[in-house]
Nanobody
């Protein structure tokens, strides 16, 4: 069992930055690929970014590429999402997720086994 707790959400003006954190507890953190997803009101939950368990590879949705950076600190059992140049379209509840895959990038929701409760990000224009 893996427990995930997100933090760092909030209200920010367009063009601003936020850093989300997701703290994990439970089994060996490095065995899990980690991902960030988001869900805006009335929309499906969508993929944002993923990082391998070892942290050597990352992948981003086109909508955030060049603005968001995913990283992890396996010593602290934490994954981060640095979000820059935020715009109103980034407003959503952001969820972190864990799925088995030390060397795997996981893009599809169904491949993730554990989810956090979500943290709200609101970008004012």
């Amino acid at each position: 069992q893996v427990q995930l707790v997100e933090s760092g959400g909030g209200l920010v003006q367009a063009g601003g930055s936020l850093r989300l954190s997701c703290a994990a507890s439970g089994r060996t953190f490095g065995d899990y690929a980690m991902g960030w997803f988001r869900q805006a009101p009335g929309k499906d939950r969508e993929f944002v970014s993923t990082i391998t368990g070892s942290g050597d590879r990352t992948y981003y949705a086109d909508s955030v590429k060049g603005r968001f950076t995913i990283s992890r600190d396996n010593a602290k059992n934490t994954v981060y999402l640095q979000m820059n140049s935020l715009n109103a379209e980034d407003t959503a509840v952001y969820y972190c997720a864990a799925g088995l895959g030390r060397t795997t990038l996981l893009v599809t929701r169904r491949l993730y086994n554990y989810w956090g409760q979500g943290t709200q990000v609101t970008v004012s224009s």
